[in-house]
């Protein structure tokens, strides 16, 4: 499963079930019932902390999210943790019908730690749809320290020293200059290492106009 | 979708990117450094001092704009698991109805060349560039043969892959239920209705003044039109592109157009863009493309058969090849349905050009600019902003078959007699005004009413205008189509739209109807 995780961060590995739609009891026909469950445990009856679960959408109108965590032995309970989350607009148009979504910690109403299994709960109360269901579904822990990257912030904040009574007047204070330099020697790096997207100027690959066919690929 | 903190950082790391490195970022570091001899600017203070001087000389507006103009074209970040042609259409179906009609045009293309054993670009031989090179001011008088060549294809042909388009998704049944849609579009994409419309167009309502409406001759000059015009003088004086934009929406006067509109496409004619402009005309003049004869026809055809754009014809031929030749257009491909065809040079890849494009979208800038490279760069910016959504299939609110689906929506809504009737005579509407939308209406108003509605396309930074026009000429000639009987008869009430007056029209639709 593709996915920009960011530094860090692994998806958790899972196993997930393939949508079942919800059946009447006794009910024999196929009709649409227009509510799918989607549930998810983690292997080797593990637990982790959910920190953020990312998944592309396909035409369903409103998300449900029950976690169930590990505690005390006996029945464990679901617990809700998002209530009809609003994934189309206007579930009869395409809008946000095949959209990426990310739903992070501060969104849940319980707390997700040691989380055992996920059960999604997806509904599409339009009949025009002949399947909804999400895909690539991935499921992050929370992020570790990453050592910084960048430069330091107590680089950028230097603050001169006690000025002493400088000998002479006209020149600059020599603390103060080799500081100054020092953080703008930082910047330059950062500046350098960062890619600039404006194009520079002409670029023309050298024999690029003799072309003789467009190709479909 | 993302959440509003990260994505606002990464709107703004994206345009950090975008603008450094750009010419601006150069001009202001050098204003900084060149500010350091001045008195106020002290060093304990460097950063804000300076700060202060880029804000009092006029150059933080400058930079403000380049940010407002990077924001109005590039769409909102996508969330970062989606994959780079997600940003480009998020529907996979229309992604893939985008790539068939591409490859359409691609063997069209192709047959054209091994028919006529031309190739798709050729270095022109030394006596040729010198004789182009005398000749650039009046290409227009060069006759070549170009009756081999045909168009690669019409309105019409699009108009039938706009009709079958499908969603596999999408309950398309046989029986009529309020799953099928009554006109020509079947996908289903969420549209604008009059009350959401009003609101958008606010600015357009009957109690606003406009131009094309309250500067006629019956209205003295003092209530409205003397007042909006010394309020667009301040606007240019500020040069602030948000303040123009909003400006624009009740239209622009005749003196200020050109430097309004340059100003909210955040054009300035530096020296660089002058010399880009030389550096794609010298292209021309070493390469022939196949393309080239294609674009003579083209505007052979129609700019040069029109009343009042045949005097830009010379014009129309020196922005079109260089457009044809400019490779900064391909960044619009990122947000664009569309994807450019690549071409193999002795297994390498090569440039990458495209064939699409419509000459009268640049007659009527003619009017407004005269010197080629700003002509051409006010050309690439507008294309690149809006009309490039003429003519690919995507899902996006300004998009062709979004514009088809809202004027069908909106006729329906509210002329359902008249929908009714042209539908049992075999006219759907949207045969008709199918080929007002895709030309931006250029070529089918009257230049100066469509120089007005061209304002408000980029007052509002949005197409859907064109639709609720197209629905406002329907409206206004109702009577006459109630009463025709087949197709032509009605593409014969609807002919002429050159003595409409486009503002009326959109104020009655919108703001007068009773619905």
Redesign the interface.
């Given at each position: 499963m593709s996915g920009a995780a960011g530094p860090g961060r692994a998806p958790l590995p899972c196993a997930a079930r393939a949508a079942a739609a919800l059946q009447l009891p006794g009910g024999a026909e196929a009709a649409r019932p227009g509510v799918a469950v989607i549930d998810l445990r983690f292997p080797r009856g593990g637990a982790a902390d959910v920190h953020e679960i990312v998944f592309k959408n396909f035409y369903t109108a409103f998300l449900s999210v029950r976690v169930q965590r590990a505690g005390p032995p006996g029945p464990r309970r679901w617990v809700t943790c998002l209530r009809d989350h609003r994934l189309m607009p206007s579930p009869h148009t395409e809008e946000g019908s095949q959209d990426y979504f990310s739903l992070r910690r501060h969104q849940m109403l319980c707390d997700m730690e040691q989380v055992t299994a996920l059960r999604f709960i997806l509904r599409q109360p339009s009949p025009a749809w002949l399947h909804f269901s999400i895909e690539e579904l991935q499921v992050f822990p929370p992020a570790q320290k990453s050592p910084q990257k960048d430069f330091p912030s107590w680089l950028s904040q230097l603050t001169p020293p006690e000025q002493p009574a400088s000998p002479h007047g006209e020149l600059p204070d020599p603390e103060k200059v080799s500081t100054e330099v020092q953080q703008m020697w930082v910047l330059t790096e950062v500046i350098r290492a960062r890619q600039a997207a404006a194009r520079i100027g002409r670029f023309d690959v050298d024999g690029c106009y003799d072309v003789n066919l467009l190709s479909y690929t | 979708?993302?959440?509003p903190d990260s994505g606002l950082s990464l709107t703004i790391a994206r345009i950090v990117?975008?603008?450094?490195?750009?010419s601006l970022?150069s001009q202001l570091e050098r204003q900084a450094r060149v500010s350091l001899h001045k008195p106020e600017i002290k060093?304990e203070s460097l950063k804000e001092d300076i700060k202060d001087f880029l804000k009092t000389s006029g150059w933080e507006k400058k930079l403000q704009n380049a940010v407002y103009s990077e924001l109005n074209v590039f769409p909102s970040p996508?969330?970062?698991?989606?994959?780079p042609e997600?940003m480009k259409e998020?529907?996979?179906y229309m992604r893939k109805a985008q790539g068939s009609w591409e490859?359409r045009i691609?063997?069209s293309?192709?047959s054209m060349?091994?028919e006529l054993s031309i190739?798709?670009?050729?270095?022109r031989p030394a006596s040729e560039q010198k004789e182009l090179l005398n000749k650039w001011n009046e290409m227009g008088t060069d006759e070549p043969d170009l009756s081999l060549f045909r168009p690669v294809y019409a309105p019409k042909d699009f108009l039938e892959v706009l009709m079958n388009l499908r969603?596999?998704?999408?309950?398309n049944g046989e029986q009529p239920s309020f799953?099928n849609h009554l006109g020509l579009i079947q996908?289903?994409?969420?549209v604008k209705d009059i009350p959401e419309l009003k609101e958008d167009f606010s600015e357009l309502g009957l109690n606003t003044g406009q131009l094309g409406i309250d500067d006629s001759a019956q209205v003295p000059p003092e209530f409205f039109e003397n007042e909006h015009v010394r309020v667009g003088q301040k606007v240019l004086a500020e040069q602030d592109s948000a303040a123009a934009q909003q400006y624009v929406r009740q239209g622009c006067p005749t003196a200020l157009r050109a430097d309004l509109w340059a100003l909210i496409l955040n054009i300035s004619n530096q020296p660089e863009d002058i010399l880009?402009y030389e550096?794609l005309k010298s292209n021309v003049i070493?390469?022939d493309l196949l393309v080239d004869s294609l674009i003579y026809k083209d505007v052979k055809l129609t700019a040069s058969n029109d009343d009042y754009y045949f005097v830009f014809e010379d014009y129309l031929y020196q922005v079109l090849l260089c457009f044809s030749r400019d490779?900064?257009v391909l960044e619009h491909f990122t947000y664009s349905s569309a994807t450019p065809?690549?071409?193999?040079?002795?297994g390498?890849l090569?440039?990458e050009?495209y064939a699409v494009f419509y000459p009268p979208n640049v007659a009527p800038l003619c009017f407004l600019y005269h010197e080629p490279s700003k002509l051409y760069q006010i050309f690439r910016e507008m294309y690149v902003r809006f009309f490039f959504r003429l003519h690919s299939i995507s899902?996006h609110p300004s998009g062709i078959v979004s514009l088809c689906l809202l004027f069908e929506t909106l006729l329906q809504t509210h002329l359902p007699q008249l929908f009714y009737h042209l539908r049992e005579i075999g006219a759907q509407p949207l045969r008709i005004s199918f080929k007002w939308m895709v030309r931006a209406f250029s070529g089918y108003l009257a230049t100066d009413q469509l120089l007005l509605l061209w304002d408000r396309i980029l007052g509002y930074n949005s197409l859907e205008i064109l639709a609720v026009l197209a629905a406002a000429v329907f409206a206004f000639r109702a009577v006459n189509l109630m009463e025709v009987t087949s197709l032509a008869a009605a593409e014969a009430v609807l002919a002429d739209l050159s003595t409409l007056k486009v503002m009326p029209l959109l104020q009655i639709f919108l703001f007068a109807t009773v619905t």
């Open positions: - | 979708m993302l959440d990117r975008r603008l450094q490195g750009s970022h060093l996508c969330h970062p698991a989606a994959p997600h998020p529907l996979a490859k691609l063997k293309l192709n060349c091994t190739p798709l670009a050729q270095k969603n596999p998704n999408y309950e799953r996908v289903p994409l969420k880009y550096q070493q390469y490779t900064s065809p690549k071409s193999y040079i002795r390498k090569g440039i050009e899902s």
